[in-house]
């Protein structure tokens, strides 16, 4: 197995391979990485957004699904306690 002197590693020939590149083609370089980075960033404002959204969303449906449960929930409580109540004052 060889190993690489340091003077021919590959990030100091990425090094030397930007430092000859001509100022014009350095500065349209540097201007793409800025586009790049700003495109990431709204991005990822985008997805957060739609991210609340679909949270909300759930919350929303969750909160529709307890009221409905609870309301069941009473509505056949009530029944039972009615319907029983109703059976023992008939009786007597």
Known sequence: ?????PVTSPA????????SIP???ENA??????ELKKQQQLQQQI???QFQVQQQQLAQQHEEQ????LKVSWSRSFKVLYFGL???YSIS
């Open 1 to 5: 197995m060889t190993r690489e002197s």
């Open 12 to 19: 100091l020939s990425r090094r030397s391979d930007l430092q």
């Open 23 to 25: 100022n014009g083609h």
């Open 29 to 34: 370089l540097q201007h793409r990485i800025l």
């Open 47 to 49: 997805l957060l957004q």
């Open 66 to 69: 307890l009221r409905h449960h």
């Open 86 to 88: 109703n059976s023992i």
